[in-house]
């Protein structure tokens, strides 16, 4: 796993703006519209090019392919494994059921309501082995020796996008998916870079899909999934593994988020050696405040989010210094690396916030780091 051990390191979760003609092929793919797969694979490579280019002069440490090749970070699996063919899922946000004006904005965003997440209905198989390998094959050849991520969908936010109709119980249901992935998930260290699992489901997954229980019971299903998804990477080294967990990319009132105190302990057996979450945004800013008292999960490396993902504002640097120093003062310097609260286009055509302003939120990203390290490391850049 990659440590600060000179200067914080900067990273992000994912998703980034797509350019707005690979868009509409994407969007024309999900509506069932043909297209040319060629031409599809070809605009998705030099999407890859200008995307890891632009994070490279932005001054990201750790790049990816801004998952050009996905139509979200979790429903892109329906296309990669057999077993879903049933109808649409639905779930309800339980902060969204009080602001229903809000839950309009939020579903009417054109990249939520072209998605499509069928239920499954028969066995969860791998059928497409070609994606993976050309998804790393085109950000190896474009990133070089710059360190690399990818990111892959965990067993758990599968598990909530996709009802299950198929399965007799949601544990048969988790460990076939969690067969199923593996597959991904070794093609993307083999590749050479770090795989990322994004897992919704153990932050979002608690006012969603597992609304209805109690803090002890959702407790005890973070457990079962965090043992699907470390049955599913056994055969990959901590080290090069992180994960993404967060209470839900999208612009609602949050009000019903699970409090970070009350589940972080539950990450601590989670295979991966790192754990990117939300640290920036109004809702979980002031969670840092807790490993003042609450110890650190052992041995991992924490990525709190030093930058929004939904908002217009461009962070000041000495804002994004001192969250990262915050962090560092706490669970000490090397485990801290800096990153984003979550991607910034988590489904195509989706993202609150301007491309260009993308760019520049990521270019102060990597300005606090730089003005953090300064005070962490004597001779820091």
Known sequence: MQRS?????TTHTGSLPRPDDLVRMMFAKEEGVPVDAGALDARVKRAVEEIVRRQIEAGID?????EMSKPSYATYVKDRLSGFGGSGNSYVFQDLKDFPKSAERVFGDPGRKVRRAPACNGPVELKDRRSPKVDMGNLTAAAGSQMQFSSAASPGVISLFFRN???NSHEDYLFAIAEAMRYEYETVVESGATLQLDCPDLAMGRHVQYADLTLPQFRDRMRLHIEALNHAVRNIPAERLRMHMCWGNYPGPHHCDVPFADIVDVLAAAKPSAILFEAA??????????FETVKS??????VPGVIECQSNYIEHPELVAHRIERYANLVGRENVMAGVDCGFSIHVGQGGVDPDVVWAKLA???EGARIASRKFWRHAA
Do not use: S
């Open 5 to 9: 051990t000179d200067r914080f390191l």
């Open 165 to 167: 109709d198929h399965y």
């Open 62 to 66: 750790i790049v990816n392919d801004g």
């Open 297 to 302: 999960p052992e041995g991992k490396v924490l």
């Open 281 to 290: 945004n109004p809702r979980h800013a002031h969670e840092w405040q807790m």
């Open 364 to 366: 102060v990203l990597a």
